[in-house]
Nanobody
Framework: QVQLVESGGGLVQAGGSLRLSCAAS????????MGWFRQAPGKEREFVIR????????SYADSVKGRVTISRDSAKNTVVLQMNSLKPEDTAVYYC????????????????????WGQGTQVTVSS
């Protein structure tokens, strides 16, 4: 099992920045990649960004490209999402998710392909 805990959400003005963290615990050696998703009220959960556990590969949604980065702190088993130039449309609950080695078939873009999820953290961007 893998446990994920997000932190770092909050309220920020448009144009501001936020840093979200996702701490993984448990069988972290089994993780293949970790992704961030977000879900706004009345909308489906959508892919934001992901990174392989090795840190060698990152993938971005077009909507956030150029404004967000993802990194992994291997010593802390933590993945960090840095979001800059935030817009009101970035307002959502942000979730981190993980897939295990051998269970990472299918596109990284689809929530259904992820096995483990955090509880989510609210990000609100005011105009």
């Amino acid at each position: 099992q893998v446990q994920l805990v997000e932190s770092g959400g909050g309220l920020v003005q448009a144009g501001g920045s936020l840093r979200l963290s996702c701490a993984a615990s448990g069988r972290t050696f089994s993780i293949y990649d970790m992704g961030w998703f977000r879900q706004a009220p009345g909308k489906e959960r959508e892919f934001v960004i992901r990174i392989t556990w090795s840190g060698s590969t990152t993938s971005y949604a077009d909507s956030v490209k150029g404004r967000v980065t993802i990194s992994r702190d291997s010593a802390k088993n933590t993945v960090v999402l840095q979001m800059n130039s935030l817009k009101p449309e970035d307002t959502a609950v942000y979730y981190c998710a993980a897939r295990r080695v051998g269970y990472h078939g299918g596109s990284y873009q689809f929530p259904a392909n992820y096995e483990y999820w955090g509880q989510g953290t609210q990000v609100t961007v005011s105009s």
